[in-house]
């Protein structure tokens, strides 16, 4: 993206956008990428930069651990892999097969199901792939320590199993001497000590001639000598010389080594540059985590259209102090693609610019930004900002001149692609003339189909606003009874400067006020105080509006309420329903217990019949007891249940009517006839009978 002046981005304090992004980097890419943050114009590449951070962001919040935790700089190890002979410590080895291994679990991440879930995640590897020679080679030799192996080869093996045995048999040895020299108390100190890389026993001075062998040195007071005996000087000698040779061979497993992984010197690097693009896109959905930045709406064309947008470093200060901040909401289209706010000074006008700016930088440079993610932003490819009395101390410009030199380029330069910001445009010259120069611009600005926004208090900017195609008001909403800015940007009207209304409040003498106004043109006055009285108004309107959305949200919780009342009637209903039928259930259960009982006894009494007719006689008790008493005691007893309800009215049964089944002595409501079928509505379910087994009810009234 071009920008206009130099110092834009700074202006719009992007730069510190950068350090918060640059704290949350851990590896040095990270924080070189964040310090090298560039605008992008390629809609493509503003996407998936979007995307990366949205999809981490997303990561973070479902708490699911994405494997790039591991810190690793390591440059220099990866610039000895480049230079022929160069060798590799044990560590620096290590740490390659740690930066190997945090590859292997990127790639282990994602799995068919995260590929689908977060793709432009997975872009960042696609380009490379996990090499397990790597780590092979490095464990053929390492251990975990990073030290090199015994069996790292056949020669050092060997040489390590003469440097056991040697040191064995002189730790054999000193014991001995160590036993003998305590016994004659030569000893000034049990313990065996180094020096000089050579095995020696610490003895008094006084002794030191009584005892044969090389003397490396004294102790500071002198009282002590540090003394090699003569039978450990060759075995000392050997150990040396085994060590020598054991440090070459070293060098040469790790010389070998270090070629060895210089073949892969390419794809460890591009593991390094994986490790550092994963933690800056981390450090961009920390940032976005830490301002509520969200991935709105990518538009192939220019447009601003920002639901509750908010300034992201304003955002971040109040909530430090505990402070409330007002959202913006701003559409730039091609309608309406100039914007013009007025209303008084400290009234918000500024921020609300800067706001829209720097948003729209954070966008082309990739970062989530704070806004709703219904919003929707285009790629602009210049930007041009002029704020506050810029002066040019080179050319021994004025405050106007240098803004005049800047409004020439916004004019020759600007076009459909260039999203410009002017604040107090004609500011610093004669209010007339300037305000004379500040109308051409804005038309010319217009004309070429820019897209901006304009602060300005001059009265003929705002008339002129809603007459020139594309330019519309805007007003920074003011509670003129506190004196107090609401921070509230209201589209559509242009907002008065407040100018004699602040002076009457802060108590500046009525007779001042008076002659002040007298000086000012009538027509000026008046449409001032045309334009307080509208933005009062208005601000009564939105009062009200508040307080109806308030009351169609108390209707809206009323309402829910009702249909959980209603709600959980229905479940009451359920549960007596089951009572019901477990209560009918616990009827049944004392009837076949009955029913058991007098079968036993008609059994009894068939046995004792000794002639047919007898045994007729209980055949047919059987059969009332089984079939006829059970149907009848049920009918009566469903009879008796519908009948204290409900009462026969007869009659044709119509639609609608309530309507008694006599097959199953329930009540229901009749709603469809078929011929000589009707379908009768039982609870919520439809039941399907003979019109002819339909009896017309109503239920019966409490005397």
Known sequence: MKYFPESAVMQLEFDKVQELLGEHCKTELGKRMAAELRLHTHIDYVKTALQQAHEYKQLTLLQEHFPNDFVLNLKSELRLLAIQGAVLAGDQAMQLRKLAESMHSIT???????????????EVIKDTYYEKKITALIDEV?????????????????????????????????????????????????????????????????????VKGIIHGESDTGKTTFLEPDDTIELNNDIQSLEREESREVYRILRQLTSQLSQYSGLLNSYHDVLGIYDFIRAKAKLALDMDGNYPMLVPHAQVHLVQAYHPLLLLYNRKNSKPTIPVNITLDNDNHILVISGPNAGGKTVTLKTVGLIQLMLQAGLLVPVHPTSQLGIFKQLMIHIGDTQSLEFELSTYSSHLKNMKYFME???????????????????????????????????????????????????????????????????????????????????????????????????????????VDEGHFQLDKLLNKAEQDLQKVETEKKDLHKLLKENERLKKEYEELADKERKNQQITFLKLQNKIKEDDLQYLKDMERKLKQIVVEWKRAEKNDEREKVMKQAEILLFRRREKQ?????????????????????????????????????????????????????????????????EKVNE
């Open 108 to 122: 282990r991440f994602f799995d068919h199901d995260r590929k689908a879930q977060y793709p432009a995640l997975h």
């Open 142 to 210: 390492l251990d975990e320590l990073g030290q090199v192996k015994d069996n790292a080869s056949p020669e050092l093996s060997k040489i390590r199993m003469n440097l056991y045995r040697k040191r064995m048999e002189l730790r054999k040895v000193f014991e001995r001497i160590l036993q003998k020299l305590q016994k004659l108390n030569y000893l000034a100190d049990q313990e065996e000590a180094f020096l000089n890389g050579r095995r020696v026993v610490a003895i008094y001075a006084e002794n030191k001639r009584m």
């Open 413 to 519: 330069n600007a076009n459909g692609k260039t999203l410009f910001f002017i604040d107090e445009l004609g500011s610093g010259s004669d209010p007339n003339l300037g305000g004379a120069f500040a109308e051409v611009i804005m038309e010319e600005l217009a004309k070429k189909h820019a897209f901006g926004i304009v602060t300005t208090h001059y009265l003929n900017l705002k008339v002129m606003a809603n007459k020139v195609k594309g330019i519309i008001n805007g007003a920074m909403g003011f509670d003129e009874q506190t004196l107090m800015p609401m921070y509230k940007l209201m589209v559509g009207k242009p907002g008065s400067s407040y100018t004699f209304s602040i002076a009457q409040r802060i108590g500046l003498h009525p007779s001042l006020i008076a002659r002040a106004k007298k000086l």
């Open 634 to 698: 049920v009918n009566e007893k469903l009879d008796k249940k519908v009948n204290d309800k409900f009462q026969e009215v007869g009659g044709a049964a119509q639609v609608g009517d309530q309507v008694k089944i006599l097959t199953n002595r329930q009540v229901g409501k009749l709603i469809e006839i078929r011929d000589k079928r009707a379908i009768v509505q039982l609870g919520k379910v439809p039941i399907n009978v003979k019109l002819s087994d339909l009896v017309v009810v109503q």
